[in-house]
């Protein structure tokens, strides 16, 4: 046996687990339960979660309707139960300006200081704006908020993409006038083509972009709702992906496998390459992001955070 043998069998098969990483920030997103089961399930994964002091956990808003309708009772909710520093998704495509300044006026009154700045999904008739009575994009919406108070505010960037920009080029304009408008972070979609989420960092530090990029990740917790799911938000879905879920459509217990060895595996190779914030969008389940949590080497605390 060589002595580099020797040596890789001393450290035995799990020794990239010990090997230290960087230090990362973490965050989690939840969303708005819409029955009893659905907010009991909420309520187990923040339970679950909170101990892992993450820097802050957002909750989305639905789409259509009042984009502060349970989103605003979840975000108090998880400040007073959970103490954690909860953070509000606001969206400016279904609701007049007036209604979106109120709605932050709101938030800045009850102590919210952090929100997700977002356009939106249009409203069902397909029709965004017959008026101007709307903020028409995302860095409008920033644009009022910095009027309104000081906020933290943090928005959306695509590693892939939106399936609505004309080009990738036009894409990243549009992050860049979100980020001159006001916004201090960019939280990526989820994308399994990490070779993606570096170019988009890349190039954000070579436009001189400064905001932090703090990268989304999507544990699998049901592969088929996600390819659906990302046919929809023009998320890719690679080959890979696919081969690695064949035939698990009814192994839950394998599914939960694979899905924990992705997740971890993403997030390690991101941390390796310098991402310093990683946003897990949880699904209102805790399982495998606390999987990946352990597996990066973080560990929970039911000390409080300072």
């Not at 639905?62 to 989103?71: M, Q, R, W």
């Not at 436009?207 to 890719?236: D, K």
Request: net charge negative; proline share 6%; with cysteine.
């Amino acid at each position: 046996m060589s002595t580099d043998a020797g040596r890789s069998h001393a450290r035995g098969p799990g020794a990239w687990l010990s090997e230290p990483l960087p230090q990362v920030a973490i965050s989690f997103e939840f969303f708005p339960p819409k029955s009893a089961e659905a907010d009991a399930r909420l309520w187990q994964a923040v339970e679950r979660l909170a101990p892992f002091h993450p820097s802050y956990v957002s909750v989305t808003c639905g789409a259509g309707g009042n984009p502060a309708e349970g989103t605003a009772s979840l975000v108090e909710a998880l400040r007073a139960r959970a103490d954690l520093c909860a953070v509000a998704h606001l969206t400016c495509a279904t609701a007049p300006r007036a209604t979106i300044d109120q709605i932050a006026e709101r938030y800045w009154d009850s102590g919210v200081r952090h929100i997700v700045a977002l356009r939106g999904d249009p409203p069902k008739d397909g029709v965004r704006d017959r008026d101007g009575a709307h903020y028409g994009f995302a860095a409008d919406l920033v644009a009022a908020l910095r009027r309104i108070g000081d906020f933290e505010i943090s928005v959306a960037a695509y590693p892939e993409p939106h399936p609505e920009a004309a080009s990738r080029e036009a894409d990243f304009d549009n992050l860049k006038r979100k980020i001159d408008a006001g916004a201090g972070r960019a939280i990526t979609q989820y994308c399994f083509d990490t070779d993606a989420v570096l170019r988009l960092r890349d190039r954000m530090v070579a436009a001189g972009v400064a905001a932090p990029l703090s990268v989304g990740i999507l544990p699998v917790h049901n592969f088929t709702q996600v390819r659906r799911f990302s046919e929809r938000c023009g998320a890719g879905v690679p080959d890979w992906l696919c081969d690695l879920f064949d035939g698990l459509d009814n192994d839950p217990e394998q599914q939960a496998l694979v899905a924990a060895s992705v997740t971890a595996e993403q997030a390690r190779r991101l941390i390796v390459e310098g991402i310093e914030e990683l946003h897990f969008y949880t699904l209102n389940r805790a399982e495998l992001t606390i999987a990946a949590c352990r597996l990066l080497g973080l560990r929970p605390s039911l000390a409080c955070a300072a």
